[in-house]
């Protein structure tokens, strides 16, 4: 035992000198509207948390908010089940069983968001389909990079 302290000890000095090697990761954000069935058209500052060092390099989305609109109602719809899995390929960009939680408005939303990426920029144009049926879809328009 006491012949392996040398070794422990070199091994320990050897490890904190070595930079730990973390994940990349990165945020995207724009502008995009959103609305639920017929209620209010938001136009809100959507952020995105990704794993990857950019959006053709991720494979999951970590985190979701919506910021801004009048009187800050964008805040009020909400995405409480990440991370979520990405499909891409061919200039598909598709964020997984998304759901979204709309507070303001009667019923939320789910399904597949997907949209198309190129140079870095997602640009979404979609419905998630309304999950209490008569509330009406959600629809997001817009793009981030």
């Given amino acids: ?83 979520h899995s990405i499909t891409q390929g061919g200039g598909a960009f598709q964020v997984n069983d998304v759901f979204a939680d709309t507070t303001i408005t009667a019923g939320d939303c789910r399904g597949n968001l997907t949209g198309t990426i190129s140079g870095g920029v997602i640009t979404i144009n979609d419905i998630l389909e309304e999950v209490d049926a008569g509330t009406g879809d959600c629809t997001i328009d817009g793009s981030v990079s």
């Fill in 1 to 83: 035992m006491m012949k392996n302290i040398p070794f422990i000890a070199a091994a320990a000095a050897f490890f904190s000198l070595t930079p730990a090697v973390a994940m990349a990761q990165s945020t995207v954000s724009g502008t995009v509207t959103v609305q639920k069935g017929t209620g209010p058209l938001l136009t809100c500052t959507a952020t995105i948390g990704l794993n990857g060092s950019s959006p053709s390099t991720s494979t999951q989305v970590t985190s979701m908010s919506l910021t801004g609109g009048t009187l800050g109602l964008c805040a009020t719809v909400q995405f409480p089940n990440v991370p």
